[in-house]
């Protein structure tokens, strides 16, 4: 078994296809992969409380099958000669769409569902609890924001757009004390979990943890990617309960991304206008133009006749150069996407929901080398009936992922309005500048805050590089493009009211009290 195993395994560890004896000897591995992962699997569920066993269940049979999925795929997803050129309405431009009359707002409104991703931590900028509890601007939470846009929206309309929150067994317990406090605002909260699933030895494809009790053993198990998103919100009962009450589509997007809003235009298209066949826009995937700071983002493809999602992940070794370039793959997905509710529900009645799984690589702290399976949400683009992208503006895709996002976030860039972010009309052109903070001393949220008095006046910028031991003082304005550069050992002290307009500054430069 070690040597079927081992071929079997060349995948996981990286390697593209790989000649095999027999296409039988592998269908035999494979087949004893999935034997050995349901018998570990059964071995869990005999673990679990009598109560929760059926829902338990549940859960592994669809972590079983996305393991089968897993198995399935050989090598690239994508023949690379198959990619045919974009249809010319496959993606339309925000610019040509048209906003409703007023008198029809209210009434579009409350055909809507607005879900926001909200199952990540906040580890990777140095916070405890989930990202959305992060204060980006005014002290105000991605979360505050979030309800704030939807209650501005709910009171302006006098509508009743619901905000529903996918969470994680991460950030599940916190959200939900959390939002107790918008218990007065006008807008209702519903949340969900998506699905908790076993994290699985790179070495032997078999779970590593040993008993159902999560809390117990928290790194074994793993939420699977946003594209669990679909069965999650159809088992939560929600999915039932808006189409009852007649709501037709839903705008889903991830709660770090802060231009996210609900879009009057887009919602119009969907609900007034037809797919170039005649038939309701099922899935729209909003794209914006690709800069060089974009190039590993997913792009829109035509293959096999079908508008689809290309992931960097899909793309043969060969052809990474060609996938990165802005020429050849104008667009990049923002991961803001509009779906028709009834068509999520047929293709999982169907079961003609086909996401490719993706393999992402993890060392636990024990040192134990596992692999997780997941999915993107936008990956089921294909499985849907007219489908099609929209080029939006770089505005609605401001996404905070590091502290040099916080820092254009936080400064008189944007100016906030109903929970919205808005760039300031005195910045002269639209594009965000490019910002580069050194990991070593500005990647946790509390020490970054700690290194400026006040946040610069960035309405100016074009480009800011920060590496070493750097502070700001108070009202320091930059201009163009500016590098300060603290060696080690170094320290730089911009002082108060400094102005550094295309200023390269390194070396050691202190400011001490008298």
């Known amino acids: 078994m070690p040597g079927a195993m081992e071929m079997l395994l060349n995948r996981v560890r990286g390697h593209q296809r790989v000649p095999s004896d027999s296409k039988e000897f592998h269908e035999v591995t494979k087949r004893d992969a999935q034997i050995?992962?349901?018998?570990?699997?059964?071995?869990?569920?005999?673990?679990?409380?009598?109560?929760?066993?059926?829902?338990?269940?549940?859960?592994?049979?669809?972590?079983?099958?996305?393991?089968?999925?897993?198995?399935?795929?050989?090598?690239?997803s994508v023949a690379w000669e198959k990619i045919q050129k974009l249809p010319e309405d496959a993606i339309r431009h925000y610019d040509t769409l048209s906003l409703p009359k007023e008198?029809?707002?209210?009434?579009?409104?409350?055909?809507?569902?607005?879900?926001?991703?909200?199952?990540?931590?906040?580890?990777?900028?140095?916070?405890?609890?989930?990202?959305?509890?992060?204060?980006?601007?005014?002290?105000?939470?991605?979360?505050?924001?979030?309800?704030?846009?939807?209650?501005?929206?709910?009171?302006?309309?006098?509508?009743?757009?619901?905000?529903?929150?996918?969470?994680?067994?991460?950030?599940?317990?916190?959200?939900?004390?959390?939002?107790r406090k918008y218990k007065g605002f006008q807008v209702q909260i519903h949340t969900f979990n998506q699905s908790c699933f076993p994290r699985i030895s790179k070495d032997s494809l078999l779970p590593v943890a040993k008993d159902m009790d999560i809390?117990?053993?928290?790194?074994?198990?793993?939420?699977?990617?946003?594209?669990?998103?679909?069965?999650?919100?159809?088992?939560?009962?929600?999915?039932?309960?808006?189409?009852?009450?007649g709501r037709v589509y839903c705008f889903l997007s991830n709660i770090d991304n802060l231009g996210a809003t609900v879009d009057l235009k887009i919602l119009n298209k969907l609900l007034?206008?037809?797919?170039?066949?005649?038939?309701?826009?099922?899935?729209?995937?909003?794209?914006?133009?690709?800069?060089?700071?974009?190039?590993?983002?997913?792009?829109?493809?035509?293959?096999?006749?079908k508008l689809r999602l290309l992931e960097i992940a899909q793309v043969p070794n060969e052809h990474l150069d060609d996938f990165k370039s802005v020429k050849t793959f104008k667009f990049f997905n923002t991961n803001n996407i509009w779906a028709k509710l009834d068509a999520i529900d047929r293709v999982l009645s169907h079961k003609t929901l086909n996401m490719e799984t993706i393999v992402n690589h993890k060392t636990l702290d024990?040192?134990?080398?596992?692999?997780?399976?997941?999915?993107?949400?936008?990956?089921?683009?294909k499985c849907f009936d007219g489908s099609i992208g929209?080029?939006?503006?770089?505005?609605?895709?401001?996404?905070?992922?590091?502290?040099?996002?916080?820092?254009?976030?936080?400064?008189?860039?944007?100016?906030?309005?109903?929970?919205?972010?808005?760039?300031?009309?005195?910045?002269?052109?639209?594009?965000?500048?490019?910002?580069?903070?050194g990991d070593n001393h500005f990647s946790k949220v509390?020490?970054?805050?700690?290194?400026?008095?006040?946040?610069?006046?960035?309405?100016?910028?074009?480009?800011?590089?920060?590496?070493?031991?750097?502070?700001?003082?108070?009202?320091?304005?930059?201009?163009?493009?500016?590098?300060?550069?603290?060696?080690?050992?170094?320290?730089?002290?911009?002082?108060?009211?400094?102005v550094l307009e295309n200023k390269i500054v390194s070396g050691n430069m202190r400011i001490l009290d008298h």
């Open 103 to 179: 008198d029809q707002i209210r009434e579009m409104l409350d055909k809507l569902v607005v879900i926001k991703l909200n199952g990540g931590l906040g580890t990777s900028m140095g916070c405890h609890g989930p990202k959305s509890v992060i204060p980006v601007r005014s002290d105000l939470t991605f979360l505050d924001l979030t309800v704030q846009q939807i209650e501005s929206l709910n009171k302006q309309y006098n509508a009743n757009v619901p905000l529903v929150l996918m969470n994680s067994f991460n950030t599940d317990e916190d959200t939900e004390k959390i939002i």
């Open 215 to 245: 809390d117990k053993d928290i790194e074994s198990w793993y939420p699977p990617g946003h594209g669990d998103f679909y069965e999650s919100f159809q088992n939560s009962g929600l999915l039932k309960q808006f189409l009852d009450e």
């Open 272 to 305: 007034h206008e037809k797919a170039s066949n005649g038939d309701s826009v099922e899935f729209v995937m909003e794209v914006t133009d690709k800069t060089r700071a974009d190039v590993k983002g997913g792009t829109l493809i035509q293959y096999e006749n």
């Open 446 to 498: 509390k020490e970054f805050l700690g290194r400026f008095a006040t946040i610069p006046d960035l309405i100016e910028l074009d480009h800011l590089t920060v590496s070493g031991d750097v502070t700001f003082g108070r009202g320091v304005s930059l201009r163009g493009t500016v590098i300060i550069i603290a060696n080690h050992g170094d320290r730089i002290d911009i002082p108060a009211g400094a």
């Open 366 to 381: 024990s040192g134990v080398r596992i692999i997780q399976l997941e999915t993107a949400v936008g990956a089921a683009m």
């Open 36 to 76: 050995q992962l349901e018998v570990e699997l059964d071995k869990l569920l005999k673990t679990s409380n009598d109560e929760l066993k059926p829902f338990l269940s549940g859960e592994m049979g669809r972590f079983s099958a996305l393991f089968q999925r897993f198995l399935s795929e050989d090598g690239p």
């Open 390 to 437: 929209i080029n939006v503006p770089r505005s609605r895709f401001l996404p905070v992922k590091k502290t040099s996002d916080l820092l254009l976030v936080m400064s008189n860039l944007y100016s906030l309005k109903g929970g919205s972010l808005c760039m300031s009309p005195q910045r002269m052109f639209p594009t965000t500048p490019l910002v580069k903070l």
